[in-house]
């Protein structure tokens, strides 16, 4: 009798000590788990992510969208520059750089400039939402005129400066006065409005 209940007592102890290490064994596979999980879970959610020394730099930067001929010289294309806001007073020295870029020509090599070469560039005055933007005569005279090439010089800078939250029409003058044409294709002496039907359609990706 006492040998059974020794053979007993010892079985008891072996499926207890295997039930012990069966437990261990799920608790480090459950341990496993949740470290995974875990691991999923701080996994950047997008891959546009930056880093805060990116964000503080775009901070520091504006955009300015310019408008130049494209390649066939029929339609504006708008391409992006970006500058200091530290060299940003306000809405004129804005508007200023713009028309500053713009007479230096395109950075792409598919778009062309529609302005004469070597000229000065037009000054601009911001007043009430309404940019005066002034030509010298020599620049009105270098100009190669016709029709689409007007439009072309005319509109881009109306597109560019009016794409800016505090400027929603251009008014023209040569030296200082307003004049009634500009080289004898569009009504000079009244304040432009943005003309999206000279800009060039984007390819749509199918």
Known sequence: MKKFIGVFLTLVLITGGLSACGLKSGDKDLEDTSQNDIGQAIQPTSSVMITEEQAKAEEKKEMIILYFADDQA???????????????????????????ELIKGPISGNLTNPFPKGVKVPTVKVDKKVAVVDFSKEFVEKHPGGSTGETLTIYSIVNTLTAMKDIEMVQFTIEGKKTSEFKGHLEFDKPFKAEPSHVKEEKKEQ
Do not use: G, H, M, P
């Open 74 to 100: 029929s339609k504006l294309v708008a391409e992006k520059r970006f500058i200091s806001k530290s060299s940003i007073k306000d809405i004129n020295t804005l508007a200023q750089t713009a028309l500053n």
